[in-house]
């Protein structure tokens, strides 16, 4: 749920209180929790991608794939284009436990191993799945893949259309 947070106020026994606006109706929330101990995560909103966004990113795969002889899966095509336009990194798991931490992750490959203070590591190039894109990111892996789409040839939106788009998904 999103909110704004108002104010901070801290008890003569340091204990902290936090009042919140929140943008949503949590009365029904509230009386189920009330007086339980629960977890809190507060940090700054930022805009997912739009629906728009990832339909017309599923577009240009499915033209990609499809200009493929034979034609690509377009799950196939999709992972291509997060090793190239996505966001991701390299982490380093000890090898002991990368079956618990790649269980986690959809999108990787293992880039190497190593050894340090006779412990074996392996590394992994990992990739972040596009549905956990803010609008920036996701506006950026779509212009990568546009860009693959004109070296294949294929038609795009123009780019005062595409233009329009990324103001409509920036809105959200």
Not at 73 to 84: A, F, I
Not at 143 to 153: A, Q, S, W, Y
Request: glycine share 8%; net charge negative; charged share 30%.
């Amino acid at each position: 749920m999103r909110g704004r947070l108002k104010e901070l106020t801290v008890g003569l026994n340091g204990e902290q209180h936090v009042g919140l606006v929140l943008l949503g109706d949590f009365r029904e929330d509230y009386e189920k929790l009330k007086d339980e101990q629960v977890d809190v995560l507060i940090k700054k909103h930022r805009s997912l991608r739009s629906l728009d966004a990832n339909a017309y990113c599923w577009v240009l795969i499915g033209k990609i794939a499809e200009s493929m002889s034979p034609p690509l899966d377009k799950q196939d095509v999709y992972k291509t284009m997060l090793k190239r336009y996505g966001q991701g990194g390299l982490i380093s798991v000890m090898t002991d436990q990368l079956p618990a931490v790649t269980r986690e992750l959809d999108y990787y490959e293992t880039a190497g191993t190593g050894t340090v203070n006779g412990r074996e590591f392996t590394h992994l190039h990992l990739w972040v799945g596009s549905s956990k894109y803010n609008t920036k990111e996701m506006a950026s892996f779509i212009d990568g893949i546009i860009t693959e789409c004109k070296e294949l040839d294929i038609d795009t939106d123009t780019p005062e259309q595409i233009a329009r788009f990324k103001e409509r998904w920036e809105g959200r």
